[in-house]
């Protein structure tokens, strides 16, 4: 690790190299809830693992289930996996937790809590008609509350909770659908991009996110590099309603590899809800919803990588799905990249802050060949603490900071950026 802030408290998984760990077991999906009481992880195996802050610093595991299994459609000849691709929790209510999970094509909703189980014990020596006393004993179970399916033709990539506590949307490559928790079988669809014909596709949603405060905003980016603000007030489809975020054209820097770089694979608001946080191949950058003609600042992540487009074409790793997180006092921002490797930066300036390499694998030269299986995909700050969790492979790394956050803005109002972070810092 370089760098103040971060320093690891916790390793939960088995520590094999990456080469023997079971594809079922790769971590594919990690979320804390909106206290940092709970962090969740999901595996490529379908199975969820939550745990519980039992100390200030510290999580033990809390539950372990199966929560989706893999399927298969007939009409279409097509393989359903297991794999959990987001999680999202639901505001708490009373000793119980409540969360979404989704695979490509179905979304769940569970609840896990404490149940009493009673079972016979001891017979009563006094009693005049001898008999077991009833035992109870407490565990914690995962029970599945509702299931919302068939609503979705592509692949789930996205589900996010409302701000109202009551709805929740869920996105694939062409349409996001609005649910109500308490209403399994029917949703309203939102945004559909489905062009008449399929030949004249150009683009692909690749994420979305509610609002953190406001009910009716919602955000989704695309494969051109896009986000797209909505308002659910201004019209039932908000897709031809939007306010759109996108970055410059490059002209006459534009490539064969140009278009897939782009390509947003997530986007986040900040905890208060002013600026958008957007992860590309590339870069991060940082966007003020008011301003759409460019980000407010690009913070570039890989540049090393660009000498290796065909390399990285070949061996599909161009289309990996890199999410970023924001911590909770909207101070810094993180995102992973290959050979074991995520950054943390200072939202306000760009500049570094920790780069922290989970591999003791020794570190890989920008002349030597990367470790591109050691990627870091998935990563979820807590939202009141300086506790990072960072998925590395069949791992769960949880690293704490030096400060507790205090809900300050993400940037602040007077602060402005024009010009790109030299990548020399870096």
Same mark, same amino acid.
């Given at each position: *690790?370089?760098?103040?802030?971060?320093?690891? %408290?916790?390793?939960?998984?088995?520590?094999?190299?990456?080469?023997?760990?079971?594809?079922?077991?790769?971590?594919?999906?990690?979320?804390?809830?909106?206290?940092?009481?709970?962090?969740?992880?999901?595996?490529?195996?379908?199975? #969820?693992?939550?745990?519980?802050?039992?100390?200030?610093?510290?999580?033990?595991?809390?539950?372990?289930?199966?929560?989706?299994?893999?399927?298969?459609?007939?009409?279409?000849?097509?393989?359903?996996?297991?794999?959990?691709?987001?999680?999202?929790?639901?505001?708490?209510?009373?000793?119980?937790?409540?969360?979404?999970?989704?695979?490509?094509?179905?979304?769940?909703?569970?609840?896990?809590?404490?149940?009493? #189980?009673?079972? %016979?014990?001891?017979?009563?020596?006094?009693?005049?008609?001898?008999?077991?006393?009833?035992? /109870?004993?407490?565990?914690?179970?995962?029970?599945?509350?509702?299931?919302?399916?068939?609503?979705?033709?592509?692949?789930?990539? %996205?589900?996010? *909770?409302?701000?109202?506590?009551?709805?929740?949307?869920?996105?694939?490559?062409?349409?996001?659908?609005?649910?109500?928790?308490?209403?399994?079988?029917?949703?309203?669809?939102?945004?559909?991009?489905?062009?008449?014909?399929?030949?004249?596709?150009?683009?692909?949603?690749?994420?979305?996110?509610?609002?953190?405060?406001?009910?009716?905003?919602?955000?989704?980016?695309?494969?051109?590099?896009?986000?797209?603000?909505?308002?659910?007030?201004?019209?039932?489809?908000?897709?031809?309603?939007?306010?759109?975020?996108?970055?410059?054209?490059?002209?006459?820097?534009?490539?064969?590899? /140009?278009? #897939?770089?782009?390509?947003? %694979?997530?986007?986040?608001?900040?905890?208060?809800?002013?600026?958008?946080?957007?992860?590309?191949?590339?870069?991060?950058?940082?966007?003020?919803?008011?301003?759409?003609?460019?980000?407010?600042?690009? #913070?570039?992540?890989?540049?090393?990588?660009?000498?290796?487009?065909?390399?990285?074409?070949?061996?599909?790793?161009?289309?990996?799905?890199?999410?970023?997180?924001?911590?909770?006092?909207?101070?810094?921002?993180?995102?992973?990249?290959?050979?074991?490797?995520?950054?943390?930066?200072?939202? /306000?300036?760009?500049?570094?802050?920790?780069?922290?390499?989970?591999?003791? *694998?020794?570190?890989?030269?920008?002349?030597?060949?990367?470790?591109?299986?050691?990627?870091?995909?998935?990563?979820?700050?807590?939202?009141?603490?300086?506790?990072?969790?960072?998925?590395?492979?069949?791992?769960?790394?949880?690293?704490?900071?030096?400060?507790?956050?205090?809900?300050?803005?993400?940037? /602040?109002?007077?602060?402005?950026?024009?010009?790109?972070?030299?990548?020399?810092?870096?």
């Amino acid at each position: *690790m370089t760098g103040p802030g971060l320093h690891l %408290s916790q390793c939960f998984g088995e520590v094999d190299g990456v080469e023997d760990v079971n594809d079922a077991d790769t971590l594919s999906a990690c979320q804390f809830d909106e206290t940092g009481q709970y962090l969740a992880t999901g595996d490529k195996g379908g199975r #969820i693992v939550i745990f519980n802050k039992a100390e200030e610093t510290a999580y033990e595991p809390y539950a372990e289930f199966q929560s989706h299994e893999s399927d298969f459609d007939y009409l279409k000849s097509l393989e359903i996996e297991e794999r959990i691709n987001q999680i999202q929790f639901l505001p708490p209510t009373n000793n119980a937790v409540f969360l979404l999970s989704t695979n490509d094509k179905t979304v769940k909703l569970w609840k896990v809590g404490e149940r009493k #189980i009673e079972f %016979s014990g001891e017979r009563d020596p006094s009693s005049l008609f001898p008999r077991r006393l009833p035992v /109870s004993s407490a565990t914690i179970v995962a029970s599945p509350k509702r299931t919302y399916s068939n609503a979705h033709n592509y692949h789930i990539n %996205s589900i996010s *909770m409302n701000s109202d506590g009551e709805t929740f949307v869920s996105a694939d490559d062409l349409r996001i659908n609005l649910w109500n928790h308490e209403i399994e079988g029917e949703c309203f669809n939102i945004v559909d991009i489905k062009p008449p014909s399929m030949e004249d596709l150009t683009e692909v949603i690749t994420s979305c996110q509610f609002h953190p405060t406001h009910c009716h905003m919602m955000i989704h980016s695309s494969s051109k590099g896009t986000i797209k603000l909505g308002d659910l007030r201004a019209k039932a489809l908000v897709d031809g309603q939007s306010k759109v975020l996108q970055s410059p054209d490059p002209g006459a820097d534009k490539s064969f590899f /140009s278009e #897939i770089i782009a390509s947003i %694979s997530d986007a986040r608001f900040s905890p208060d809800g002013r600026y958008i946080v957007s992860r590309d191949y590339m870069t991060l950058k940082l966007w003020d919803v008011n301003m759409e003609s460019s980000p407010v600042l690009t #913070i570039p992540l890989q540049q090393h990588l660009t000498s290796k487009f065909v390399q990285l074409y070949e061996n599909d790793c161009i289309f990996d799905k890199f999410e970023c997180c924001v911590s909770g006092d909207g101070m810094f921002v993180g995102s992973g990249s290959y050979d074991g490797v995520f950054k943390v930066f200072n939202a /306000s300036t760009g500049k570094i802050e920790s780069k922290v390499r989970m591999s003791t *694998m020794p570190e890989a030269t920008e002349g030597s060949n990367f470790k591109f299986s050691e990627k870091v995909l998935h990563l979820s700050w807590s939202p009141n603490t300086d506790t990072l969790a960072v998925c590395g492979s069949n791992r769960l790394y949880i690293y704490n900071g030096i400060r507790d956050c205090k809900g300050s803005s993400l940037i /602040s109002p007077e602060a402005r950026w024009e010009d790109e972070v030299d990548d020399s810092t870096l």
